[in-house]
């Protein structure tokens, strides 16, 4: 059965055709459909898995491309955002015993009402991993453009080293800051279901990293940066829990989550939380259709964590980080410390050297 999950692919496409059929769609409307947007961009799935399946068939390998639904996926109803409930292989292994590779579009599945969903940006691992609990792979090869997951990102930083191993945990901390190396919730499938998820590059033969569940001693693993982030705030007049209980109504409705919620209030309403860049439009427009009695600022600002399972038990990484910080004279909004991670806030965007100074600190 190994030998022939070996033959199983998850395919998409790259960043700039999810990108292109974005704009088309915010060119149409200003808030376009979540459900219409998922029919859109699985779409650039569709094109690529099929492309792929005739060259090979060309070449001389027999192959089948099935999208999300064909291959079984099937979600909650949730769109934009959907969380793979079931796969059902009986499509996926009945074209493998027939020695066909199978290529399936990642990033996309199905609901109850049939309709096409998709499992947000960077959702295709989640495909991956997936597919690999539902077939019983021994392990999950993720290949991308960069070999491995690095101590941080090399776009940002040219040092930045290669990590070899890390744990489930660790990875999560770092997908979850806003890294673009793996979806967070593939890294939950496969801590669930015990696959190592191993990533590698499509134009090399380097070895890449592992993901697993050992851990090793405290150490630091990686600092994420990320400026793609707003910071909300909402203020009104009058104190007014019903208020409160609107704001959380509205940005559930609109599923957007924060990252962060802070209440500043005393005797007047003034409620901060901050989100990601990308949702900022939606957020305006639901703000302005249904609570604009607020006064309202957005501001972008930058975040910087410092991950390693255990880091925060060691004392001297803790006053490095915070007196290279210092240092910076930079205005804090808020510091996080959990046993996995030490998180700044920024009230304003932070240049990349403090993410050098903090990187040749710790490494």
């Keep these: 059965m190994i030998k022939i999950i070996m033959w199983l692919l998850w395919f998409q496409p790259n960043g700039k055709t999810t990108d292109a059929l974005l704009k088309e769609a915010y060119e149409l409307a200003e808030v376009p459909s ?58 996926i292994l009945k074209e493998l015993e027939q020695r066909k590779i199978v290529i399936v579009a990642g990033f996309q599945g199905f609901n109850e009402k049939l309709d096409i969903t998709t499992l947000g940006r960077g959702g295709s691992d989640t495909t991956a991993v997936a597919l690999a609990a539902a077939l019983n792979a021994k392990h999950c090869y993720i290949f ?3 070999d491995g997951v690095y101590t941080t990102d090399p776009n940002k930083f040219a040092e930045a ?35 190592p998820i ?27 940066k990320n400026d793609d982030l707003i910071l909300v705030n909402l203020k009104y007049e009058n104190y007014s829990i019903k208020l409160f209980n609107q ?50 600022s957005f501001k972008n600002v930058t975040r910087i964590a410092v991950i390693g399972y255990g880091i925060t038990n060691d004392e001297i990484v803790l006053k490095k980080v915070f007196d290279i910080v210092q240092k910076f004279n930079i205005d804090v909004y808020n510091i996080d410390i959990t046993n996995a991670k030490i998180i700044f806030t920024f009230k304003e965007k932070v240049q990349n050297n403090l993410l050098e100074l903090l990187h040749n600190e710790l490494f």
Excluded at 39 to 62: A, R, W
Excluded at 203 to 216: A, L, Q, R, T
Excluded at 255 to 266: C, D, L, T
């Design 34 to 91: 979540d459900r219409e947007l998922d029919v859109l961009l699985s779409s650039g799935e569709q094109i690529s898995i099929s492309k792929l399946s005739i060259l090979l068939n060309k070449l001389g390998y027999k192959s089948i491309s099935l999208t999300g639904w064909q291959a079984g996926i099937y979600t909650n109803n949730t769109n934009q955002n959907a969380i793979i409930e079931n796969i059902d292989t009986t499509r």
């Design 144 to 146: 991308s453009d960069v």
């Design 247 to 296: 704001v959380y109504e509205l940005l559930i409705n609109t599923g957007i989550m924060p990252i962060q919620y802070v209440n500043n209030s005393v005797s007047a309403f003034d409620v901060d939380f901050i989100i990601k860049a990308n949702v900022l439009n939606k957020l305006q427009v639901a703000l302005d259709k249904e609570l604009n009695m607020f006064n309202m």
């Design 198 to 224: 191993i990533t590698k590059s499509t134009f090399n033969n380097k070895s890449g990293s592992v993901i697993d569940e050992k851990i090793e001693e405290a150490v630091v693993k990686s600092i994420v």
């Design 161 to 195: 080293k290669k990590l070899e191993t890390l744990s489930y945990v660790e990875m999560l901390d770092i997908s979850n800051e806003g890294a673009k190396v793996l979806h967070n919730r593939c890294i939950e499938i496969g801590e669930k279901f015990k696959i």
